[in-house]
């Protein structure tokens, strides 16, 4: 007997980026967006059109790409919020207008200062203005979870009765638990007398650790959509993590009523390229896409996998990704087999002359690495995703020299703006000493806010991959870049964080 169907709205590209730091260009995102709908997730809230004209054009280029996932924007529950949501869907070939407005006694009160009655007045009318863009708009009270129960049941029966086809109970702030969410649903779905007309989503914070049980418990009580994030991404604590939530419904069908449309063998691949993107490390103990997740370190954990898997493993790493790190070309192929490839890892090059240098690329990684997989791949060619026009600082020469009782020194030649410049500097390490030369050119007066370093694979050959995060005048930018090299890496990171800065691509604060 076939199952309902849970529907997973992915807000990466939107509470995702709410996280510090996290902000994407509008490529960033769509690389997401492409990487979300091979994931299948049903819906990708692609950000907050009215936010800034950044944020507009992003939605609007991700709802001209993607086909099979419906592409939503979130909007205040104000008239010019929604029309520049409705403006930024319409390509979409299935859009949606997600609009919110406070109901907790607090929030109106507070941050509101409006009566409960004008709450429901201005949810109505925005939800009757949504659907003069879509016939899919949904409804969030914010901050639900702290609301008075007699209040939400009135907004959400104006609301569905005004067209919202689908009511997202929010638990903003991450208050609850599971047995008390799960009541809410229950007892919301009985109360609102229209509440079979909509269909009844969650999105669960993860302030107390709980985002993940209270979304499963209101799934449990009628919920047949949930919202969240690769990683558990966002604001303060973060979201309901989609591998886990879908990983749960999957693994323990016997509980659930439900089954999700995620295509899971992507769920590792998606989880890498957020990371990567955002700059924020997965932990290794993360559940379904920390490294050790499946990693079995006692002995007789180890003996009896050998003997019979399902001892001490309750989903397959196969199933949500993992692979033994996949060879993926060598230093003979040519310039098609490269571009099959990428193709088959759903990266698409703007341009012949993009791909040409990203083949020039690999074929110099191809020399200093025997083995090339489609890890190191993903990271080659995130230098040519920068588009041309951002690029104002670029890497052409570097030398490092670093030997004991000597201070590291840096020796580099940038391109700035077009033309040529050399420049050195001494540190207390060579990172140090490569930063302390680019900034002797830039001048950017940046605070560096993170470095990290990860092997993209195994082995002392294996790429590194570099994060570096810096800050300037209340604006957060994330820079990246891999070589065999790490200083190299560094390096090039950097310049990738400086070249956002310079381009003002970003938001001064994704929230607004
Ligand atoms: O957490 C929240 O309340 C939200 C809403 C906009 C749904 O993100
Ligand atoms: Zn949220």
């Not at 529907?7 to 967006?33: N, V």
């Not at 879908?246 to 295509?263: C, H, N, S, W, Y």
């Not at 996949?326 to 002359?353: C, D, P």
């Amino acid at each position: 007997m076939s199952k309902e169907r849970l529907l997973i709205f992915d807000t990466t590209l939107r509470d995702g980026e709410q996280s510090p730091g996290a902000a994407m260009t509008r490529e960033e995102k769509l690389r997401i967006a492409r990487q979300l709908e091979k994931l299948r997730v049903d819906v990708i809230e692609a950000g907050f059109a009215a936010a800034s004209p950044g944020d507009f054009a992003a939605i609007r280029a991700i709802a001209e790409t993607i086909k099979d996932s419906t592409v939503c924007s979130l909007a205040r529950a104000n008239a010019h919020d929604i029309e520049k949501a409705g403006e930024a869907i319409r390509p979409a070939a299935r859009g949606r207008v997600h609009t919110f407005i406070a109901t907790s006694p607090i929030h109106m009160q507070m941050k509101l200062r409006m009566t409960p009655e004008q709450v429901i007045e201005q949810a109505v009318k925005a939800v009757t203005l949504a659907r003069q863009y879509t016939a899919d708009v949904e409804f969030s009270p914010e901050d639900a979870g702290r609301s008075e129960i007699d209040f939400l049941c009135r907004v959400l029966e104006a609301v569905i009765k005004a067209g919202a086809k689908t009511v997202n109970i929010a638990d903003t702030v991450g208050y609850n638990i599971p047995q008390v969410w799960g009541e809410l649903f229950k007892t919301l779905r009985e109360r609102v007398p229209n509440s079979d007309q909509a269909v009844w989503s969650t999105h669960c914070h993860n302030d107390l650790g709980l985002a993940v049980a209270n979304s499963l418990a209101a799934v449990l009580n009628g919920a047949r959509q949930v919202e969240c994030t690769i990683n558990g991404l966002g604001e303060r604590a973060g979201n309901a993590s989609l591998e886990e939530v879908v990983m749960a419904v999957k693994t323990r069908q016997d509980l659930f009523p439900v089954e999700t449309g995620i295509d899971t063998t992507q769920i590792v691949p998606t989880s890498r390229l957020v990371s990567q993107i955002t700059g924020y490390v997965v932990q290794p103990n993360k559940a379904i896409v920390g490294a050790n997740a499946f990693a079995h370190e006692s002995g007789i954990h180890q003996d009896g996998v050998l003997k019979h898997r399902e001892t001490y493993e309750i989903m397959r790493a196969e199933d949500v990704g993992w692979q033994a790190n996949k060879l993926s070309l060598g230093k003979l192929s040519g310039r098609n087999a490269f571009k099959t490839k990428l193709a088959e890892l759903g990266i698409e090059l703007a341009s012949e002359e993009a791909l040409n240098a990203a083949f020039a690329r690999f074929k110099e990684l191809a020399d200093k690495k025997r083995e090339i997989f489609d890890e190191d791949l993903q990271a080659l060619v995130s230098d040519e995703l920068v588009t041309p026009e951002v690029e104002h600082y670029k890497l052409i020469a570097s030398r490092f020299h670093s030997e004991t009782g000597e201070p590291p020194r840096a020796e580099l030649t940038l391109a700035v703006g077009g033309s040529e410049k050399r420049v050195e500097a001494t540190g207390s390490g060579p990172v140090d000493a490569c930063f302390r030369a680019i900034e002797k050119l830039a001048q950017s007066g940046a605070d560096l806010l993170l470095y990290s370093v990860n092997a993209i694979t195994t082995g002392t050959d294996a790429q590194g991959e570099v994060t570096v995060r810096l800050a300037k005048d209340g604006r957060i930018v994330n820079g990246q870049g891999a070589d065999t090299d790490i200083i190299v890496a560094s390096a090039k990171a950097y310049l990738n964080a400086l070249n956002k800065l310079h381009a003002g691509a970003e938001r001064l604060n994704p929230q607004l």
